[in-house]
Each structure stands twice: as structure tokens, then as C-alpha cells.
T-cell receptor
Framework: DTGVSQNPRHKITKRGQNVTFRCDPI?????LYWYRQTLGQGPEFLTY????????KSRLLSDRFSAERPKGSFSTLEIQRTEQGDSAMYLC???????????FGPGTRLTVL | QKEVEQNSGPLSVPEGAIASLNCTYS??????FFWYRQYSGKSPELIMS????GDKEDGRFTAQLNKASQYVSLLIRDSQPSDSATYLC??????????????FGTGTRLLVSP
């Protein structure tokens, strides 16, 4: 399977705990994106990497959120001190360029109790 | 005004009919337009992309773009129950930094009855 992969697929945590998600993009794609999707809404852009450089962050990405893409391969998204409002599907996508097709991974569903 | 607008539906069509899904967008500078299909509990799956005015056909799917009217649509011919899903319209929009991000509508739920 050469698609985008994400782990874990589901995460249940208690409020105040830290969580980390991983995304492995399509191998030849050097652009990687994180989105958040809540029920009844479309995905909302969080942040963007070109190779290892984080080039763009949404205002949705509070200081409790941090993302990395060491060596320009896989990426991690960490949420510190989780809040119930962080409960959502976190989606990773990758693309060849910034204006061409983005392909999504299966997502990580986060539930904060 | 929302950047990308879609009717939330549900749009109900009988099996074998044509389903027509519509989307309007606000950024006149947008150049790239995409349709994603999303089954309940799953992630979005890209089904069509269109970059220039007119129609683009791929199997049972046809995307139509009219930049002057800021309108993009998706036609699904010979609709099948397996087409029942939420269809997301996505449009690229330039941020202040020059970065092109994808902006999604809230999606239209399609129900195809046997």
C-alpha cells in the first residue's frame, strides 16, 4: 500500500493528557498537510510542511499544538494538555505541489474525556 | 460569507438517476477545484479535480467549472446505492503569505435509494 498512513487510528485520552499522532505521506510527495474535521464540517487546515520545513500554520493551531517533520519524511502532531474541544478527526494529506491533488490518510479519531 | 458553500442535503435520488451536486466559492483567484467523497466515519477520498472552465468526465463522474459564476458542480450518472456518501467540494485559496491552502465546504450528503 503506497497511500498515506496514519497511526493510531483511534485515541481516547483524558483531559489534560498529551497525545501524539503520526503520519507517513506518499513517498514521492514532499508536501504534507494536517487538517482537523469535526462532525458535520469539512476538513479545516491546520499546518503545512514542504520537506522538513513547516511553512504555514493556521490560527486554529493554538500553542498547545506542535507539529514536526524531521528529515522531510513522516510527520508528528502533538497536542499538549488536551481539552474536550480537541475531540475530532485529525487528517493528514500529502501532495506533489501546493496546487495539485491532496490525498488523505485514514485519519486519527481523538476522543478527549 | 463562507468561502465555499454547499447545500448540506440530504440529496435523495433513485438508483440509476443522475445526481447533481453544486458548490459556490468566493475567491475569484481560485484556480484548483476538487471533489472528495467521504463515507461515514472514513476520510475524504479524491474523486475529481478540475482546473479550467468546462466539463471534465471520468467514468460516471463529470465535474463542471464556471469561473465567471464561481460555480463548480459534480454530476454522477447511473447513481448506485454505493454512491451514498457526503461529497466535499474543495477550492484552493491564497493566504496572506502567498500559500495556497485548500478550503472545504461542509459537504452535501447524497442518498441513493435502491
Amino acid at each position: 500500500d503506497t497511500g498515506v498512513s496514519q497511526n493510531p487510528r483511534h485515541k481516547i485520552t483524558k483531559r489534560g493528557q498529551n497525545v501524539t499522532f503520526r503520519c507517513d505521506p506518499i513517498s514521492e510527495h514532499n508536501r504534507l498537510y494536517w487538517y482537523r474535521q469535526t462532525l458535520g464540517q469539512g476538513p479545516e487546515f491546520l499546518t503545512y510542511f514542504q520537506n522538513e520545513a513547516q511553512l504555514e500554520k493556521s490560527r486554529l493551531l493554538s500553542d498547545r499544538f506542535s507539529a514536526e517533520r524531521p528529515k522531510g519524511s513522516f510527520s508528528t502532531l502533538e497536542i499538549q494538555r488536551t481539552e474536550q474541544g480537541d475531540s475530532a478527526m485529525y487528517l493528514c494529506a500529502s501532495s506533489r505541489t501546493s496546487v495539485t491533488e491532496q490525498f488523505f490518510g485514514p485519519g486519527t479519531r481523538l476522543t478527549v474525556l | 460569507q463562507k468561502e465555499v458553500e454547499q447545500n448540506s442535503g440530504p440529496l435523495s435520488v433513485p438508483e440509476g438517476a443522475i445526481a447533481s451536486l453544486n458548490c459556490t466559492y468566493s475567491d475569484r483567484g481560485s484556480q484548483s477545484f476538487f471533489w472528495y467523497r467521504q463515507y461515514s466515519g472514513k476520510s475524504p477520498e479524491l474523486i475529481m479535480s478540475i482546473y479550467s472552465n468546462g466539463d471534465k468526465e471520468d467514468g460516471r463522474f463529470t465535474a463542471q467549472l464556471n469561473k465567471a459564476s464561481q460555480y463548480v458542480s459534480l454530476l454522477i450518472r447511473d447513481s448506485q446505492p454505493s454512491d451514498s456518501a457526503t461529497y466535499l467540494c474543495a477550492v484552493n485559496a491564497e493566504m496572506n503569505t502567498g500559500f495556497q491552502k485548500l478550503v472545504f465546504g461542509t459537504g452535501t450528503r447524497l442518498l441513493v435509494s435502491p
